[in-house]
């Protein structure tokens, strides 16, 4: 069965940091390119953080620049997620994706082209 875990959600104080992780079952997470994004409250689904299957080439929302980085370990079929210097703003529900298309410079995260979803997973920043 094809599918994506995410782990690693939870409560941190502003100013902490997270790393979400990405676990593939089924599938080499390495030969996809993987999405995170988030979904606050009443809010649209956004973009965080995605890798590209081809060359590792990066794409990421404004919003994260300086404080989110995304990496793979391919030796345990996961990506992490890590987020430092959070922001209540960064409260949302995160989750992992992935898409069996390469991207390059200039791609913008795109719900619609990552066809294996996980669960989803509670960040909340709060003091």
């Not at 996809?32 to 994004?37: D, H, M, Q």
């Not at 791609?107 to 979803?117: E, G, K, L, R, S």
């Amino acid at each position: 069965q094809v599918q994506v875990v995410e782990s690693g959600g939870g409560l941190v104080q502003p100013g902490g940091s997270l790393r979400l992780s990405c676990v593939a079952s089924g599938f080499t997470l390495d030969y996809y390119s993987i999405g995170w994004f988030r979904q606050a409250p009443g809010k649209e689904r956004e973009g965080v953080f995605c890798i590209s299957a081809n060359d590792g080439s990066t794409a990421y929302a404004d919003s994260v620049k300086g404080r989110f980085n995304i990496s793979r370990d391919k030796t345990k079929n996961t990506v992490y997620l890590q987020m430092n210097s959070l922001k209540p703003e960064d409260t949302a529900v995160y989750y992992c994706s992935a898409g069996s298309f390469p991207f390059g410079s200039g791609y913008v995260c795109h719900a619609p082209d990552f066809n294996v979803w996980g669960q989803g997973i509670q960040v909340t920043v709060s003091s």
